[in-house]
């Protein structure tokens, strides 16, 4: 496969894996795409993974309407304003005019807070907890990106009250472990957890913590939120209750969501020249076995072929018993769709009872004996996934450079990596930093020690000890 | 709980046991609803159940955009005049007017099969089979009902291509049957499968395969649809391969899909006066287990309860320990929800190491040894399946009449009824029975014999044997 170098021509390589892969393809409405099902598969293993954490901690799955009616939209003056330049109206019905004009979702607060305060009333309907796998839509204008920036996008989006705000502080820390164990542990993905900054956090949170990791191409992503809203929406949206002592509170709200935007950096951080390179936990298909056969001793070679692929069932194996292609081509097509181990079976194999595995990240190939298939096709995996989470993770630590200047920064995110320094927070300071560098923040560590450090920009006590870099 | 009669006062009662059973509310864009959790987890079963049906028969799922563009839209003929009058329309992006108005998606035939056709070279790229769990819109400006009839709901859509009409044929009858399978064998919901007439069939299809069901009040309805599309499409959309011998052909294409109007219909069939009565196999949450506290002796209870909850646990077994609520008030609770099965334990039971199991669909208590509790609740949730199913059936099929005359079409469908008769098909005969009798064709036993029968409203030969009703 003649793909792009990844190094020094990423954004044309993205595009070509993409493509080459079948993950995705263009539409005839801009911005909008389709997932085929070779990335819808791996987002339905998200999903399945996703859905056990939640229902786990006594998260519930529902269905809100995507229209919302723009007065409904409007009720909190800040989310409106953050999100009203990209929001997509329905304006007609057939040919009549809509008397109130509807917002197809970009985010779902505020039609399902509407709901939220008719539903509770009392300290025994807390906490609400209730998450929705749906559509969304922005309407942005900057240049669309296949998964990483599109117009319509596949998220979950998690949305609770609480009685206090301490159980809500907590499950917006525990949702984001668990978004964070789904790039690490499931996608091999290393992240950088923090806090945004005032001036990037969610419109209408009162804090949003964010996972953001290095692309290929040196700018930064955020990989997805987890939002602590206070009262902000509980006060105009009147989602309040009668507490133990028959006092009237607002319920404290969190939100968090996680998109279709992270196929796009698993692709893009793992992906090689040869195409896409899949996390072995993540794919749907682990295994693919290819027999090779020669004119005459295909028999033997099929029969044990359908015999591994009974035996390897439970990794989604797939059997490339196509006629009409060359091995090397398969060897290839299943190369380019990223599919973690390939099992070669020839004529040679079946007489010794053995096959050859290779492994797509390393293309280490070992020879093994069947009766070991199931215990070394497992370890391989294992190792795999970890392979791939440590040299992803040395990448992202070895892009990170301690900065105490503003012109230092400038230099390290021009040259593709991730700059960190103490810092104050304040919006002001940051619209300097984003005039100067170009870099926004991207998060603030959340446990790091800032007794006695001065902020990088202003010289006053910082707060923080924060990332910055350029951004998707 | 004081729910409207059902018999008497179905539709109220049908309003009450939604909000009851917390199952859907209303909002405020007319006509659109939100699934609560306990509907969203039925729908989750159902998507199981298909899901594991559509791949196990080599059906993948993707992902297609929500917005058609207008002019997409148009490219089949009798597909936009069935459709367009139900469109709503996004105009515009933030404050700008876009250059060309997009449809929300009333279903994706077009939008998929422009990106078929780019798909699409050579026979070895068919079958083409993909499916999407998607909403869909059509603004409707009949009267909504929750499940029933929405402006959005959700839905599957199966769309395939097959190198030969053999091969689409094939397929759309073996997806009505698994529908069928869905109703019948998961929801417990007798249907009566068939052939839509010309008049009915879907915008765009060469036939419509259909499942129609009797409603409490007398009204049939369409359960769900499988259709044929022929060449109808792939010559429009230009969907075309080179065959086995170089020559140009077009796809033979289906479509189908399910709803979640499925749940309405399941919730009216089964439900009565104390609420909703879930099939055991659909029910995501099969059994409950009230304790029954006394004070001074809730520890033993409590624990031994806690016991039976582990040793259930496959059943999705709900545990009521609420504090501050009756066990009278627990039952009612979870009656109207509609989980199958009951547990009661009290101190006595305890000491016997026995509980007490009702049904909820006949209200039938037996009192059990715990060690042999998991055989019991098992052989329960199996008659409960087949009693409610046989219940359901008997009580479709005394409600079929056969006629031969329209003003004894008249006669049946306004008691109520399903007719049947000896029918032509004619479009202009359908007009004359829904003018004279204000029923419509239903669908045509896919195979009874016409033999020298004939048409009972022109006189002329008989080609279908057809249920006719009243309907939603």
Same mark, same amino acid.
Request: aromatic share 10%.
């Given at each position: ?28 409405? &801009?911005? *909008? @795409? ?27 799955? *529902? ?18 304003? %953050? ?74 989006? +998690? ?35 923090? $806090?945004?900054? =005032? ?15 290095? @692309? ?13 809203? +206070? ?23 969190? &939100? ?16 090689? =020249? ?37 035996? $390897? ?14 091995? %090397? ?28 595995? *290779? ?20 370890? @391989? ?20 450079? =301690?900065?105490? &200047? ?22 002001? &300071? ?15 560590? $959340? ?12 010289? %006053? ?12």
């Amino acid at each position: 496969m003649a793909l792009k170098n990844k190094k020094s021509n990423f954004s044309e390589w993205y595009t070509e894996v993409i493509q080459s892969a079948e993950l995705a393809d263009y539409t005839n409405v &801009s911005g *909008a @795409m389709v997932l085929r099902p070779n990335s819808y598969s791996i987002w339905e293993s998200i999903q399945n993974y996703l859905n056990s954490r939640f229902k786990r901690d006594g998260v519930r799955n *529902a269905y809100f309407p995507m229209f919302i009616p723009e007065k409904l939209l409007k009720k909190e003056s800040k989310h409106i304003e %953050g999100f009203a330049p990209e929001v997509a109206w329905v304006t007609h019905a057939g040919k009549s005019k809509l008397k109130e004009k509807l917002a197809v979702r970009p985010t779902s607060e505020t039609i399902m807070y509407d709901s939220y305060s008719k539903w509770i009333r009392s300290w025994k309907d807390l906490p609400l907890r209730l998450n929705q796998w749906v559509n969304v839509v922005r309407w942005e204008f900057k240049h669309p990106t296949p998964f990483l920036r599109t117009r319509e996008f596949l998220w979950q989006e +998690g949305h609770s009250v609480f009685a206090t705000k301490e159980e809500a502080d907590k499950e917006a820390f525990k949702m984001s472990r668990i978004y964070r164990d789904t790039y690490e542990k499931l996608m091999a993905v290393p992240v950088l957890e923090g $806090l945004k900054s =005032d001036k990037e956090k969610f419109a209408g949170a009162d804090y949003s913590i964010s996972l953001e990791t290095l @692309m290929p191409d040196g700018k930064a992503i955020q990989a997805c939120t987890s939002h602590h809203l +206070g009262q902000n929406f509980s006060k105009p949206f009147k989602i309040s209750f009668l507490d133990k002592n028959e006092k009237r509170e607002f319920g404290w709200q969190n &939100s968090w969501g996680f998109t279709t935007r992270s196929l796009g950096v698993m692709i893009a951080v793992h992906g090689d =020249d040869k195409g896409l390179v899949l996390p072995p936990r993540v794919a749907p298909n682990k295994v693919v076995i290819i027999p090779i056969l020669f004119k005459g001793k295909e028999a033997p070679v099929l029969k044990a072929a359908n015999a591994l692929k009974k035996s $390897l069932n439970k990794y989604g194996v797939i059997l490339d018993d196509r006629e009409g292609y060359s091995a %090397g081509r398969k060897f290839n097509d299943w190369e380019v769709r990223g599919i973690p181990l390939r099992i070669e079976i020839g004529p040679r194999d079946v007489q010794n009872k053995s096959v050859v595995i *290779a492994r797509r990240d390393t293309s280490e190939k070992v020879t093994v004996k069947v009766s070991k298939l199931d215990s070394t096709v497992l370890s @391989m995996l294992k190792s795999m996934h970890s392979d791939m989470f440590d040299r992803a993770k040395k990448n992202l630590m070895d892009s990170i450079v =301690d900065v105490d &200047s503003v012109s230092g920064l400038k230099k390290v995110v021009s040259s593709g990596k991730i700059a960190r320094a103490y810092w104050c927070g304040s919006v002001s &300071s940051e619209d300097e930093i984003k005039r100067k560098t170009g870099a926004k923040s991207l998060n603030s560590e $959340l446990r790091a020690s800032v007794r006695s450090k001065s902020c990088f920009v202003t010289g %006053g006590d910082a707060k923080y000890l924060t990332y910055f870099g350029k951004s998707y």
